[in-house]
């Protein structure tokens, strides 16, 4: 089962991914690296992961969140 709490507390570390005042927010290198530490600490398995089942895992979170 996802963990949405989890989710919450590992976005909130990395506040370039939602807060828009900080420079950071329009950095899509840095986006990148926080969205993949994120997901490594979402799912174990996640540098085994392909990009593309990378890409599904972040669609079906998603698609969680929204209910």
């Known amino acids: 089962m996802f963990d949405i709490e ?37 799912f174990t398995e996640w540098d085994d992961l392909t990009s593309k089942e990378k890409k599904e895992k972040g669609r079906r979170t998603i698609l969680l969140l929204q209910g």
């Open 6 to 42: 989890k989710f919450i507390l590992e976005v909130k570390k990395k506040p370039a991914l939602y807060d828009v005042q900080l420079a950071e927010y329009r950095n899509r290198e840095i986006k990148a690296k926080y969205w993949y530490d994120v997901g490594s600490a979402m």
